[in-house]
T-cell receptor, first 110, second 116 residues
Framework: QKEVEQNSGPLSVPEGAIASLNCTYS??????FFWYRQYSGKSPELIMS????GDKEDGRFTAQLNKASQYVSLLIRDSQPSDSATYLC??????????FGPGTRLSVLP | EAGVAQSPRYKIIEKRQSVAFWCNPI?????LYWYQQILGQGPKLLIQ????????DSQLPKDRFSAERLKGVDSTLKIQPAKLEDSAVYLC??????????????FGPGTRLLVL
């Protein structure tokens, strides 16, 4: 059974701080990695995708991937109250099988 | 560009009844997914279609759930008979195709199902 694990949180950070969200996965054959944001009562929306080891930056968001450690993270710089949501890590393997983690609830305190 | 459409948005039924959900993906998207998201959990893939063929239905409870995508466009997901534990949000998503950058899933608004 392929698994994706995340801390459920809630993770609380003050406004303006860096929020760090972590995800580990069990399948070494995983090829594609995604971070989705889900506001309460809404559908997931894609924030970042990453395919190669290293960092990928997009505005205030940075995704980090380490395939050897089977670890992917999302950093949110200058956190805003509007970033308060559940962040879902999703992993895809060669076979196009997507597995989502349980999500981490982030609360950014004004 | 229109997003993924789903209907109904909400459904309340009693256990042992039947229910069907409809999804219309983004135009031109070859891949369509149905997910079940129970409150407090991440989405769980039920079935994945590539055009009108099934790619993965390993987690679909086939004794009660069925899904089809007859013309490779819209899709229906049916539950018959429903159980209390089927109460969840049913999310439909679509993506353009395979390949890096083309796998991004776009989610519909979901159907909230409550089984009493």
């Amino acid at each position: 059974q392929k698994e994706v694990e995340q801390n459920s949180g809630p993770l609380s950070v003050p406004e303006g701080a860096i929020a760090s969200l972590n995800c580990t996965y069990s399948d070494r054959g995983s090829q594609s990695f995604f971070w989705y944001r889900q506001y309460s009562g809404k559908s997931p929306e894609l924030i970042m995708s990453i395919y190669s080891n290293g960092d990928k930056e997009d505005g205030r968001f940075t995704a980090q991937l380490n395939k050897a450690s089977q670890y992917v993270s999302l950093l949110i710089r200058d956190s805003q109250p509007s970033d308060s949501a559940t962040y879902l890590c999703a992993v895809k393997d060669y076979g196009q099988n997507f597995v989502f983690g349980p999500g981490t609830r982030l609360s950014v305190l004004p | 560009e229109a997003g993924v459409a789903q209907s109904p948005r909400y459904k309340i039924i009693e256990k042992r009844q039947s229910v069907a959900f409809w999804c219309n993906p983004i135009s031109g998207h070859a891949t369509l997914y149905w997910y079940q998201q129970i409150l407090g959990q991440g989405p769980k893939l039920l079935i994945q279609f590539q055009n009108n063929g099934v790619v993965d239905d390993s987690q679909l409870p086939k004794d009660r759930f069925s899904a089809e995508r007859l013309k490779g466009v819209d899709s229906t997901l049916k539950i018959q008979p429903a159980k209390l534990e089927d109460s969840a949000v049913y999310l439909c998503a679509s993506s353009p195709s395979k390949g890096e950058g083309l796998e991004t899933q776009y989610f519909g608004p979901g159907t909230r199902l409550l089984v009493l």
